[in-house]
């Protein structure tokens, strides 16, 4: 798969299917945005924002631009009916009073401990830290999608994070566009794979040692 946006898309697909009917929740900036565009329609599902809307609706159309809607990331956004709006303050009330059933974040790395590393690289300006830090431990449950692995080709989920942890043992899934790995107890286990790499492929491009599903070791 070399098509860098049919790449998003089965990433934000994918992730799309984590998200249950009734739940409240909360996608980080860049590529987990894309998950609102592919949320099925029989699902009620309540997409929170840390800048203070409850309620967001898919990326809007050329007509329906509002510069005044935006998100965390600060993207234009829809906001759906019955959204509410309110300051930052009740925003991170909710997510750090354990309101958020389930918040889907972008990765820089992630450890086979379930660390993650999303928030800074040293020596590159950042606009400010964010709101993952209350998130990864405030929602519920952490998904993180990211690509295998980096521009350069290099492991982005490794066996121990270089760069700065947004949090310590808190990432439940990893998401790319290669595979489905849930963080266990005994490591990362390789639970589906979403192209047409094969096992030890998926090994190759990621640094730790992987426990396999054994419905996989069966195909």
């Known amino acids: 798969m070399s098509d860098k946006h049919l790449i998003r898309e ?3 697909r994918r992730a799309e299917q ?3 009917s009734g739940f409240y929740v909360n996608l980080g900036i860049g590529m987990p945005t894309l998950v609102a565009n592919y949320l099925q329609k029989d699902k009620q ?3 929170q924002s840390e800048n203070g809307l409850l309620g967001i609706g898919p990326f ?7 510069p005044d809607l935006i998100n965390a990331g600060k993207e234009t956004v829809t906001a759906i009916q019955g959204a509410a709006f309110f300051d930052s303050a009740e925003s991170f009330g909710m997510i750090r009073g354990g309101h958020i059933d389930i918040a889907i974040l972008g990765g820089m790395e992630v450890s086979k401990n379930g660390d993650l590393a999303n928030w800074m690289i040293p020596g590159k300006m ?5 709101g993952a830090m209350d998130l990864v431990h405030g929602a519920k449950r ?3 999608i990211m690509e295998h692995l980096s521009k350069n080709g290099k492991h982005k989920i490794v066996n121990e994070c270089a760069l700065p942890l947004t949090g310590k043992g808190v990432v439940d899934r990893i998401i790319t566009e290669r595979a489905v790995l849930d963080v266990t107890d005994n490591g990362l286990k390789l639970v589906e794979i979403l192209d047409d790499s094969s096992i030890s ?5 990621t640094e730790p040692n992987l426990i ?3 419905t996989l070791l069966n195909q």
Request: glycine residues 6%.
């Open 212 to 214: 396999i599903e054994e």
């Open 60 to 66: 809007p159309t050329e007509d329906e631009l509002d």
């Open 18 to 20: 984590e998200i249950e």
């Open 201 to 205: 492929e998926i090994q190759a491009a």
């Open 142 to 144: 952490i998904i993180v």
């Open 45 to 47: 599902v309540v997409l």
């Open 126 to 130: 950042i606009k400010g830290m964010g």
């Open 10 to 12: 089965t990433i934000a």
